[in-house]
């Protein structure tokens, strides 16, 4: 069974730094880009980042602006976003999601939800003072 699972997320003063992690099971990390995306209420989803199966290949939205950095560890199945300088505007659930295109080794790294298959439940992130 497919499974993402974010954690990380919390109150955090604008200015400060968050480190959200995505624990993968059910399939190989090393054949999946995986991406992190953003809802904020009455909001559309965003996408945040994406890192592709080989790690070579990362995508930002335009709003990250150097703040954000994705990594991941596939020995511990894992997938990071470390965010920095976090605004009020980066208030939102993040999610985790794992791209639909099977493909090791590979620099695809989409940043469309539609190029994503399964997704994790979210967790919070709130900036605010």
Not at 10 to 25: H, M
Not at 56 to 71: A, N, P
Not at 98 to 119: E, K
């Amino acid at each position: 069974q497919v499974q993402l699972v974010e954690s990380g997320g919390g109150l955090v003063q604008p200015g400060g730094s968050l480190r959200l992690s995505c624990v993968v099971s059910g399939f190989s990390l090393d054949y999946y880009a995986i991406g992190w995306f953003r809802q904020a209420p009455g909001k559309e989803r965003e996408g945040v980042s994406c890192i592709s199966s080989n790690g070579r290949s990362t995508i930002y939205g335009e709003f990250v602006d150097g703040r954000f950095t994705i990594s991941r560890d596939n020995a511990k199945n894992t997938v990071f976003l470390q965010m920095t300088s976090l605004i009020p505007d980066d208030t939102a659930i993040y999610y985790c999601a794992r791209a639909d295109f099977v493909a090791a080794n590979s620099d695809y790294a989409p940043l469309s939800g539609s190029d994503f298959d399964s997704w994790g439940q979210g967790t919070q992130v709130t900036v605010s003072s």
